[in-house]
């Protein structure tokens, strides 16, 4: 029987148990007489409701961070959520990991919904930032210092006997994402949770990420990624979120009493959408965002008809066709089959994403004229531009809005983000894709684009030629040009460089932005300090914070500009070279341990880490890393002794479909054999390759480089943030004139960067004089062609095919064209490398330089010009005193008994979120704060 009395419980508590009279009695009489007060209810009478909301908003009060609680929070994970022993984790660091996963995500969560329920009740607009990738990396160390408890976990499990650094690695990078555009969007989310915007993230929950890159024979082998073989300890599953997304069909037209007419979509698939929330906590706030991941189901789990009949292929076939939607994050598309699962896949996000976001803006009970007021949608490049045509969809055939009221909402809504100036990478689908797996879309595709015509030919009367650019349709083939339409159904679009930007509008969408100015924007991209500097250079962090007395630059970058007085300093320097040279010994034991190679932390770390493309250029560096070799060769040993030691780092990931990167890659390993095995180089000279890169490869690479080269030929690049990164961490910037590079030049200065080739207005003159043959190439060019030619660095079949693309006028990205200048940019590193002193300035000067190019600034730029979004900042939980909120007869009494550790009624207060009550609750429970 659950006692009914004062005592315990001041008011009592709910029971539907009916209990005789005299059960009651003897219940009492035997019950001790601490508990008893003379006062007693009736057994079956309810706590009245503002009590019981009062009730649960003590018990769910903040977690302690005390280290007992710490303690008991990993162990009571361990023992209940993992059924593990403290044995059993000694042996199990993956077991261990975990506990301590759920022990963080436990304190994420409560600040998590919290900021949920705050933001519905401030009714403020939100942004959403549609991106298919989110590169993450791993979340462990990244929640505890944002919530500010990395210290108290190292003390209290380094009393359990626990080291918590062992378990770092035990963590997977989370498969969602492989380049800068996901990297991008990781940062974003941090700097919209730590400046306190109102903002979800939206992406897939691939179960197998891009792939997991192995070296065999020096090709890359595409391997899958199972990094959810052991779960993901920072997601929830929210099976009570699922939508249906619709595949396939015919259109059904109706014809409504008022003559208009209704159009009606007959799928023939159905596939379920499943929610999985990712807590992303804010830096020194109690804000936390949702990044909400969709995975594919089937809506029938099994063919029970065909699996009775022992056809059990076909039973679960459905199953396998639905879940392969999220298998993969951007599987292969030189098939038929594969463009068809690029396509569902971008539709699934986008449904799914759509349907959620325009539920809850029902729950707020307004007119859908309001929905732009409310709602904010961000498309990270044109993977998620469906989204515009779902959106007229759901707000025509299933709301009921006129073409014209629901265009004027999408059009207010949606913001395109353009990340590319190369032609092929503007997404294109065929319209007979599109008219066996989206009718309906098609069908709304073509009369935007027939009313978006109508207004070019008032614009410009007969111009066809311009008619057929800007058509979303292009013809002979027939496609879909999702970029078209992107712009032409986003309020505004944005570049992420100024050099971008400008590209976008001259040479990208030249005709758009003639007819739209007004549309278009920059914002420069960045990098969250905190991730990439505070947590993977902690020692140079430290150091900062000292030299600036404060740790404030974390969350205002400009700060970094007050270390240029400290630039010549000794102190500075000493500490500064001293954490370079011990993060190069930890890349070097990493190298040794994984690859076999010995390198000297000694020699300069010259690091070229990025995604595999021609325009980036990656061929340019390994052949200067040949002609330097050849020069090697070359030396008497006296003037080999005033040789540079280096150590040439590549890595990064070709797409599986694109083989001319995948040549590259072969071609450097066989460099790297070739002159690793040579005895006259010896540790003059080395070329490794780093296989499977990621986030958390990347925070060894970076902190660890001298130089780093971001060399792509001018203007191709869009802007690039692993600039960024390494010039924010120190390391030196060997680059073109293109991206980001231009701005990073005049935050720093030139001198302390090493800039080299054509201008990004000098490249269409030089490409001319390269496919006439008119350039005039230089020597050494042409000797190292010979070399390579003749078998010095290995051969294997494709070589010939690798170099025809740099012959013969085929230098489309000119290699030959700025190789001299290149070279000669490689004497400047050695000679300025040479005096330490003069390094170690110019090392402190590129971080000094790099406020601007904070996430923070970006997102703060896009709030402003873009989504006219403000922040929305959670006051926090108060400090509640629990004996006297006890007293009150609100909640238990605790001096009846001992409460456990790490519970409300362990301590002398509590820490309750107001957000669970109403105005006239909180009034109540503020009247227990000594603080308020």
């Known amino acids: 029987y659950q006692r009914r009395v004062r005592g315990i419980y001041k008011r009592p508590l709910y029971c539907n148990m009916q209990i005789p009279k005299r059960d009651e009695e ?13 006062e007693k209810y009736e057994l079956n009478e309810a706590l009245p409701e503002d009590k019981s ?6 018990l769910a009060s903040y977690l302690p961070t005390d280290e007992q609680s710490i303690q008991r929070f990993y162990v009571q994970h361990a023992e209940y959520s993992l059924a593990q022993t ?18 963080v995500r436990d304190r994420l969560i409560e600040r998590w919904k919290d900021t949920e329920i705050y933001f519905n009740q401030s009714d403020v607009k939100r942004v959403y930032y549609l991106s298919l990738e989110f590169l993450l990396g791993r979340s462990l160390q990244n929640s505890m210092s944002n919530l500010g408890l990395t210290n108290q976990y190292i003390r209290g499990l380094r009393n359990l006997g626990v080291k918590m650094e062992d378990l770092y690695d035990q963590e997977p990078d989370a498969g969602l994402g492989n380049g800068g555009l996901g990297r991008l969007a990781a940062c974003f989310l941090d700097s919209l949770a730590t400046m306190n915007y109102p903002a979800w993230g939206y992406g897939l929950r691939y179960k197998y990420g891009m792939f997991y890159q192995v070296m065999k024979d020096g090709n890359q082998v595409e391997m899958p990624d199972y990094w959810l073989s052991f779960g993901n300890a920072w997601e929830i599953e929210r099976f009570d979120i699922q939508f249906p997304v619709y595949f396939g069909g015919e259109i059904q037209q109706i014809q409504k009493p008022d003559g208009t007419a209704k159009y009606v979509w007959k799928h023939t698939e159905e596939v379920v959408a499943v929610a999985y929330d990712v807590p992303v906590p804010g830096y020194n706030t109690y804000n936390a965002l949702n990044m909400r991941l969709w995975s594919s189901k089937p809506s029938n789990e099994i063919d029970f008809v065909s699996f009775n009949q022992g056809d059990y292929i076909r039973a679960v076939e459905q199953k396998q066709r639905a879940e392969t939607i999220t298998s993969v994050l951007y599987p292969n598309d030189n098939t038929t089959g594969g463009k068809e699962l690029r396509v569902k896949q971008q539709y699934f996000f986008v449904s799914a994403t759509l349907q959620d976001i325009t539920r809850r803006f029902r729950h707020t009970k307004k007119p859908w004229s309001e929905f732009p007021n409310l709602v904010a949608i961000q498309l990270n490049d044109t993977h998620p531009t469906l989204g515009i045509t779902e959106l007229m969809r759901i707000l025509v055939d299933l709301e009921g809005l006129s073409w014209d ?14 990340h590319t100036v190369l032609p092929e990478a503007l997404e294109k689908w065929s319209v007979d894709l599109f008219e066996r797996l989206l009718p309906r879309h098609l069908h709304i595709i073509y009369e935007i684009n027939h009313r978006f015509l109508e207004l070019v030919q008032e614009k410009w009367p007969g111009d066809i030629q311009r008619m057929s650019r800007l058509s979303i349709i292009q013809e002979d083939p027939k496609m879909v040009r999702m970029a078209n339409l992107a712009v032409i159904g986003s309020q505004f679009v944005n570049g992420v460089a100024e050099i971008h930007s400008e590209l976008v509008k001259t040479q990208v ?3 758009f932005y003639e007819l739209w100015p007004h549309k278009f924007k920059n914002v420069t991209n960045g990098v969250t300090p905190r991730r990439w500097l505070h947590q993977a250079n902690n020692q140079l962090s430290e150091v900062i914070s000292r030299f600036l007395r404060t740790d404030n630059w974390l969350t205002d970058l400009d700060l970094l500009k007050e270390l ?17 040279r011990a993060n190069k010994a930890k890349l070097a034991a990493w190298i040794e341990k994984k690859l076999g190679i010995t390198v000297s932390h000694d020699a300069l770390f010259d690091v070229h880490v990025k995604r595999f493309h021609e325009y980036k250029r990656q061929l340019l560096n390994i052949l200067g890393v040949c002609w330097r070799y050849r020069q090697i060769k070359g030396m008497s040993y006296e003037e080999k002794a005033d040789v540079q030691p280096r150590v040439i780092i590549f890595s990064g990931k070709a797409a599986p479909g694109y083989h001319q990167a995948k040549r590259i890659i072969k071609f450097i390993n066989n460099v790297g054999q070739v002159i690793n095995n040579d005895a006259e180089v010896g540790d003059l000279l080395k070329v490794v390759f780093l296989p499977n890169y990621c986030v958390s490869l990347a925070e060894i690479i970076i902190p660890a480089s001298d130089i780093s080269q971001h060399i792509s030929t001018a203007g191709t690049e869009a802007s690039g943030t692993s600039n960024m990164k390494f010039a924010i961490n120190g ?5 073109t004139l293109d991206g980001a590079n231009i701005e990073i030049r005049e935050e720093i200065g030139e001198k302390n960067m090493f800039i080299f080739g054509a201008k990004a207005d000098q490249v269409e003159d030089l490409r001319k004089q390269m496919r006439e043959r008119t350039l005039n190439l230089d020597s050494r060019w042409n000797e190292l062609l010979k070399l390579i030619e003749q078998g010095v660095f290995g051969n294997f079949p494709d070589l010939s095919t690798l170099l025809s693309s740099i012959k013969d006028g085929n230098d489309h990205y000119l290699l030959s064209a700025d190789f001299p200048s290149y070279l000669d940019a490689q004497e400047k590193i050695d000679a300025a490398y040479k005096n330490k002193k003069l390094w170690n300035t110019m090392s402190i000067l590129s971080t000094a330089g790099m406020g601007k190019f904070s996430s923070d600034r970006s997102i703060r730029d896009y709030a402003i010009n873009i989504w006219k979004l403000r922040p929305c900042k959670r006051p926090g939980p108060i400090s509640v005193l629990t004996e006297k909120l006890a007293d009150s007869g609100l909640v238990p009494n605790v001096g009846s008994f001992h409460s456990p ?7 002398l207060s509590s820490e309750v979120a107001l957000e669970r009550l109403t105005p006239e609750q909180k009034i109540t429970m503020k009247a227990f704060s000594p603080n308020v």
């Open 901 to 907: 550790i790490g519970s409300p009624f362990s301590g």
């Open 405 to 418: 009221d629901a265009w004027g909402i999408c059009t207010k809504t949606f913001c395109y983000t353009n």
């Open 86 to 103: 403290r044995q059993d984790l000694t042996h199990k660091k993956r077991s261990a990991y975990q506990a301590l996963a759920y022990s």
């Open 564 to 580: 240029r007085e400290y630039a010549h300093e000794p102190k500075l320097q000493k500490k500064w070279s001293s954490i370079k």
């Open 731 to 735: 390391g030196l910037i060997l680059g």
């Open 26 to 38: 003897e219940l009492i009489r035997q019950t001790p007489e601490i508990f008893i007060e003379k």
């Open 509 to 511: 969408f030249p005709d």
């Open 53 to 58: 909301a009062i009730l649960w908003a003590f």
